[in-house]
């Protein structure tokens, strides 16, 4: 996502997607080290709002389970 070629590398898969029939997207555009240092210090990212499956959740109120899902995909390890 860096720079103007991140951006229009971003823009090109979104018409893509969509142009070969797809219906839904949705991104975390977060660094994962953001992400392991709310797991650390949760107080400090109180406001922290990520995708999950369709809807919107505060990352530090959600169990470490799912943290660790987010922050691999978000990794793209999955």
Do not use: C, W
């Not at 971003?10 to 070969?20: A, D, E, G, K, W």
């Amino acid at each position: 996502m860096a720079g103007e070629s991140g951006l229009e590398n971003l823009v090109t898969l979104i018409r893509t997607y969509f142009q070969l029939g797809g219906q839904h997207v949705q991104f975390n555009v977060i660094d994962s080290a953001v992400l392991r240092d709310a797991q650390r210090h949760p107080d400090q990212y109180g406001d922290l709002v990520v995708r999950v499956a369709g809807f919107s959740v505060l990352f530090t109120s959600i169990d470490r389970v799912l943290q660790e899902d987010i922050i691999e995909r978000t990794e793209h390890r999955v």
